[in-house]
């Protein structure tokens, strides 16, 4: 990492002579803290609305879409009383197409998308009334679900094993390439004039109990009109933000796996396959350009990144009991990322209880089929200070429980 006292201008114009300690000139309308997807798409679509906007991180483009299988799963990743987030979830996946067409016009880049569809399968009985009660949910949603037998699901998927008894067939969930997204975002970024901090914030700064921006570990402070925390898992301890504004997220760990299917093998899967085995969830996500993704643990372990045989050796395991034919193919990647998970499992979106500081984080494992609607929320918000309709549900300020209290002091060790 390395902090740049002068800010790494990649967008259109270089900014006028300013104060030594400050952004040249005035503040920013818009500054975001994080650099992944989510403060990507925020920055991109404030700068598309004229918002004179700057993001800080170290090293943006990274985060946890880095290791993100890049599943548009709202139908087939539908939970029990999460009826809400569906609807978030549902129109962010509408919008993709024209967001992907916008976002591949506007940074040249092809970003991945597929709209491939998804086939969620049953092997033992437990598992297979589970797939049932889950497709009867979808209907009575009105979700487009059909339900195939064992033998429906293999005419579909050859590679599946012998034992599959049942299946979901989902054809409106779709998939992306997540480290295309962020470079695809990044680009567009520059393009519409985002300057970029190659710098972690290392606290936010107030006066009179308002957000005035961030200061970096060399001292140098940025200073922006609203603040925008949208750091993933990192947002919920960022120094300097009081106790009642602080977002409740915490990191949720992931470990995935990459495999590579050589032309010979191909096609290997036609679209995404997955499954609960043995309680835990499998998913295989194959790539038009020969990559299988294979998805993924899920660990309350803090701050670990570590990638375990125990996490690899589940992965494959349930894996192959999935498709036996992934022991062939060469494993090229194993890594881990972090989740940024909330006390319900949504995001947090909008202005939170300090003035000056919005949020945009909690997405869990909804980061990458969020990312569409959140950049337009945030900068409606950003724009007009309200929060749309579609988004009011997910206002920080539901976990709000006491007034705005005193700032977080400054940890020993902070995340990079
Ligand atoms: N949405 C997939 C995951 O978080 O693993």
Known sequence: MHASRTPSRTGSEEPSDGPPDGPPGRPYDALVIGGGIIGLV??????????????????????????????LAAVTELHYGEQTLLALNLASARRYPEFVAELEEASGQDVGYRACGTLAVAFDPDDRAHLRELHD???????????????????????????????LRVDGDHQIDPRRLAAALLTACERAGVVFHHARAERLTLAADRATGVELPDGTRLAAERTVLAAGSFSGRLAGVPEGALPPVRPVKGQVLRLRVPPAYAPFLSRTVRAEVRGGHVYLVPRENGELVVGATSEELGWDTTVTAGGVYELLRDAHELVPGITELPLVETRAGLRPGSPDNAPLLGPSALPGLLVATGHYRNGVLLTPVTGDVMAEVLTRGELPDEARPFSPLRFQSAPVGPTTPVPQEQPT
């Open 42 to 71: 925020t920055a991109w679509r404030a700068a598309q609305r004229g918002l004179r906007t700057a993001v800080a991180d170290p090293a943006p483009g990274g985060g946890a879409a880095q290791v993100a299988a890049g599943m």
């Open 137 to 167: 949910f979808q209907r009575r949603l009105g979700l487009e679900s059909q339900w195939l037998t064992g033998r429906e699901c293999r005419r579909l998927e050859p590679m599946l094993a012998p034992g599959v008894r049942g299946g």
